[in-house]
């Protein structure tokens, strides 16, 4: 087992790219893309406007979580609002990635907090999980793919990071 501690420990949000006082859909230029799910749980309006919809517990409301995401995802792309179809790909991914934690800890804990944060066993969790996980990673993949999304992706980071 390894010792690593989580990357939560110590977090410096001072040097963090995305901040929860900025409005980024009226400063989208302050927004940075990152590495996978970097920002998704701060930046605002698109946290809680995406966010209301983002639910795993079971495969059902997996799917109508991921088909509700989708579709902002699909709006804000013919919006052409890079930051919002950035955010609900984001959402789509961590809602495989945390749907996939559930299914590998049970209550979702990676880490015991009171075992100087040992890694807990895996394959303790919820095998329903498996399932909303996989409903999230083909949604997620289906965003990733979308011609326009990745256009402007790839515009993005090209002009803004």
Known sequence: M?????????????????????????????????????GVLICEPYKTDIGKFWRFKTPEIAKESSNSIFELFLNYVSEEDFVGADMARKFLQMGFTRSRRYYNYKGGKK????????????????PLKA??????????????KNPKYAKMKKEWVKNNG
């Open 2 to 38: 390894s010792s690593k501690l989580p990357s939560y420990l110590n977090f410096n949000s001072k040097d963090y790219a995305w901040k929860s006082d900025i409005d980024y859909k009226k400063n989208p230029l302050l927004y940075k893309v990152g590495k996978g799910e970097q």
């Open 111 to 126: 880490y015991d907090a009171s075992d100087n944060y040992h890694p807990l066993e895996k394959g303790t969790g919820d």
């Open 131 to 144: 399932e909303s996980a996989n409903i999230f990673y083909k949604m997620w993949r289906k965003a990733e």
